[in-house]
């Protein structure tokens, strides 16, 4: 059996990414991936998704920089989600410019944002 079709694929043939940074163990980003995808990021070290927005493949960090550097791949009991460790090129995996995608805490009956902008977006998506 191919290593891919041990993956519960979703009905859209997807199956949701987490990127935790490899030293901290931080959830950095939750994305998703199709068969293209995970097979690009085994073979390459680099961490590639789907884009449900934009219907097409994504290199984490094609625009930014922001490469990660995919350290281990790991699927879960159930087949159906998939974790990586990575090394997250430039401590920003954002497109907020923060370090982690999960920057606001619930507190108080709302959400609040507890991490500082690392880098003005700005400056990462309009330096071409």
């Known amino acids: 059996m191919n290593w891919l079709d ?3 694929w979703d009905e859209d043939g997807l199956v949701p990414a987490i990127a935790q940074d490899v ?3 931080r959830v950095l980003m939750v ?5 293209e995808s995970l097979q690009l990021t085994a073979d390459t070290g680099i961490a590639h998704y789907w884009s ?3 219907q097409r ?3 984490k960090g094609e625009e930014s920089g922001h490469l990660q550097s995919v350290k281990e791949l790991r699927l879960d009991c159930d087949g159906d989600v998939v974790t990586m460790q ?3 090129a430039g401590g920003i995996a954002c497109h907020t410019g923060r370090e982690s995608c999960f920057y606001r ?3 108080n009956g709302g959400w609040v944002v507890v991490d500082e902008v690392l880098k ?3 400056a990462i998506y309009h330096q071409h």
Not at 31 to 35: D, E, G, I, L, V
Request: aromatic share 12%.
């Open 86 to 88: 990575v090394e997250q």
């Open 105 to 107: 805490r619930y507190e």
């Open 52 to 54: 449900r927005s934009r």
């Open 23 to 25: 030293r901290s163990g």
């Open 31 to 35: 994305a998703w991936m199709n068969r």
């Open 57 to 59: 493949l994504w290199k």
């Open 6 to 8: 041990e993956v519960k």
């Open 120 to 122: 003005d977006p700005d």
